[in-house]
């Protein structure tokens, strides 16, 4: 089956410097599928951060950004400059190609927290 | 934009009883919805994925008997956990996808409903 491995447990990060969040994938589908990174804040629901469908791109939203390499099948999410707002939680996620499937696979999730 | 509404939030039950829980979407039409659960330390994991005019599929573990799916329309899907127990706490989470939207299989989910079984 699919799973997702990124960084475990906890990262603190200083106010604005840089972050990397590692995530990894693999997949039993012959389609490269689609990755996610989601984030959930404190004591919100799940939020989609950004999504790339297409191998060899990268997403970017909120100052956040993430590459899709197939090649190393791992899809890292980078902010250059944290901020303390973005303390939360943030999930890799897949999902295989498809229009009717509706399936994501998530990692463990990875805490970040920014500290002033 | 494509909003989830989901409830309640938070549910304290007695073992052996049922919870119910509710997932409306907003601004889209839902055309699939799927439930996840997150166990206390674990990740998200899908527990069956309903699409309207076929059946539910439910993923290894979780059966239509311990949590039927109700998903009668576009907008709206429930799901009850029937006679819980301490090992179905956890939060739930419905995810409801956008056909309408651009292609991804972006599911947009809900706060989530909370499971806690005394």
């Known amino acids: 089956g699919d799973s997702v491995t990124q960084t475990e447990g906890q990262v603190t990060v200083s106010e604005s410097k840089s972050l990397i969040i590692n995530c990894t994938y693999s997949?039993?589908?012959?389609?490269?599928?689609?990755l996610f990174w989601y984030v959930r804040y404190p004591g919100e629901g799940l939020q989609l951060l950004l999504k790339?469908?297409?191998?060899?791109q990268k997403g970017s939203s909120r100052g956040f950004e993430a590459t899709y390499n197939k090649e190393t099948t791992s899809f890292h999410l980078q902010k250059a400059s944290v901020q303390e707002s973005d303390s939360a939680v943030y999930y890799c996620?897949?999902?295989?190609?498809?229009?009717?499937?509706?399936?994501?696979?998530f990692g463990h999730g990875t805490i970040l927290r920014v500290h002033p | 934009g494509a909003l989830v509404y989901q409830y309640p939030r938070r549910t304290i039950c007695k073992s052996g009883t049922s919870m119910r829980m509710e997932c409306q979407a907003v601004?889209?039409?839902?055309?699939?919805v799927a439930w996840y659960r997150q166990s206390p330390q674990k990740t998200f994991e899908l527990i069956a994925l309903?699409?309207?005019?076929?059946?539910?599929?439910?993923e290894q573990n979780f059966t239509q008997e311990k949590f039927p799916i109700s998903h009668p329309n576009l907008s709206f899907s429930s799901m009850t956990v029937l006679n819980a127990y301490l090992e179905d706490r956890g939060l739930y989470l419905c995810?409801?996808?956008?056909?309408?939207?651009?292609?991804?299989?972006?599911?947009?989910f809900g706060e989530g409903s909370r499971l806690i079984v005394v």
């Open positions: 996620a897949l999902a295989p190609t498809g229009a009717n499937t509706g399936k994501l696979t």
């Open positions: 309903s699409t309207v005019n076929s059946a539910i599929k439910y």
């Open positions: 997949t039993t589908s012959i389609a490269y599928p689609n």
């Open positions: 601004g889209f039409q839902a055309t699939s």
């Open positions: 790339v469908i297409t191998a060899g």
């Open positions: 995810g409801a996808r956008d056909p309408g939207g651009s292609s991804g299989n972006t599911l947009y």
